[in-house]
């Protein structure tokens, strides 16, 4: 789903576009109680590649506050900026 995800902003992004996007941390520790899924740093990376069209930017650690069920009213997060460009060949 999260590579379908990519594809499909890769779709409607065009060159020099941004994405910017906040997701769940796996940081978070387990038992996990989302939704929201969690994802690591290392699978960002992965997915937002020179190879699928995309530079990131930065990506930094972050503070999620909401009320969807979080004991603490927040978890740790994933906030990422990356550009869209040429698919490296």
Request: net charge positive; charged share 25%; hydrophobic share 40%.
């Amino acid at each position: 789903a999260q590579a379908r995800y990519v594809a499909a902003l890769g779709r409607r992004v065009r060159r020099g576009g941004h994405l910017v996007l906040q997701a769940v941390s796996d940081a978070n520790p387990d038992p996990w109680e989302g939704p929201p899924r969690r994802i690591s740093e290392a699978r960002i990376r992965a997915l937002l590649c020179d190879t699928s069209g995309w530079h990131i930017n930065s990506i930094t650690p972050c503070l999620y506050e909401n009320r969807m069920g979080f004991k603490e009213g927040s978890c740790a997060a994933i906030f990422v900026v990356a550009t869209r460009v040429d698919v490296a060949e």
